[in-house]
């Protein structure tokens, strides 16, 4: 918890200091209503680095929710997130959300649903059955 809150005050330092107030906006422990509604709204998913990402199920939901994810080279994103859109450095992930932002397109859009799609709970069943009947 205490790693949470270093990191809290670090986001907070670093918005004040590229002086981005106005741009960026973090929510915090926020209704599963709240996150749907901002998802839907937004282009760009950043997936922080965080130290022991096990899947990054969050970066799935964005995806199903329409956002195009941008997410550190590590753990179970790496299953998650096409390669072209993971990152290994700060500067690395600035530049992809940037990009992102400037190349939107419905196209990308569609693919990241799909992306997500592999994930659903339906899916999961399915292959789960599946696998059972063999």
């Not at 995806?63 to 690395?92: F, H, Q, T, W």
């Not at 339906?122 to 696998?131: D, G, Q």
């Amino acid at each position: 918890a205490h790693h949470e809150f270093s990191t809290l005050r670090l986001l907070k330092e670093c918005i004040q200091k590229l002086k981005v107030e106005q741009k960026v906006k973090l929510l915090i422990n926020v209704s599963r209503e709240v996150q749907r509604q901002v998802l839907q709204h937004s282009k760009v998913y950043l997936h922080p680095l965080v130290k022991h990402e096990a899947f990054g199920i969050s970066a799935v939901e964005a995806m199903a929710a329409g956002c195009i994810p941008v997410a550190p080279d590590v753990g179970g994103l790496k299953e998650v997130v096409p390669r072209n859109l993971r990152y290994s450095s700060i500067e690395e992930a600035a530049s992809l959300v940037t990009q992102e932002v400037e190349n939107w397109c419905i196209k990308k859009v569609r693919n990241s649903v799909n992306l997500a799609e592999r994930f659903s709970q339906t899916r999961f069943r399915e292959e789960f059955l599946r696998i059972m009947k063999l």
